[in-house]
């Protein structure tokens, strides 16, 4: 069965930083483009991140460039998000999604598979 597990969420103070991971199982993990969206409370879930399957491109939203990185180990079957200078905006579950497309895309409708999310919550 695929499995997407996210870990590293918490708590953190404005200005901080945090490391996510998101540990999968159950397909070719490097034969798919991995992807980062969040869903602040309150709001629709966001598009933040993608890294193509090789690492080598990757695209952001506007509202981290510059301060989160996404990267991925296919040994391991992992994909990261390096949050740096978190704000209180940034308060979310933030997912990761899987894409075997071969388009780069920002659409969540392009993800097949989902985690179920890790908490992050920002204090000011």
């Known amino acids: 069965q695929v499995q997407l597990v996210e870990s590293g969420g918490g708590l953190v103070q404005a200005g901080g930083s945090l490391r996510l991971s998101c540990a999968t199982s159950?397909?070719?993990?490097?034969?798919?483009?991995m992807g980062w969206f969040r869903r602040p409370p309150g709001k629709e879930r966001e598009f933040i991140a993608r890294v193509s399957r090789s690492g080598v491109t990757t695209v952001y939203a506007d509202s981290v460039k510059g301060r989160f990185t996404i990267s991925r180990d296919n040994a391991k079957s992992t994909v990261y998000l390096q949050m740096n200078i978190l704000k209180p905006e940034d308060t979310a579950v933030y997912y990761c999604?899987?894409?075997?497309?071969?388009?780069?895309?920002?659409?969540?409708?392009?993800?097949?598979?989902w985690g179920q999310g890790t908490q992050v919550t920002v204090s000011s």
């Open positions: 999604a899987a894409d075997a497309g071969q388009i780069s895309t920002k659409r969540e409708t392009s993800y097949e598979f």
């Open positions: 159950g397909f070719t993990f490097s034969g798919y483009a």
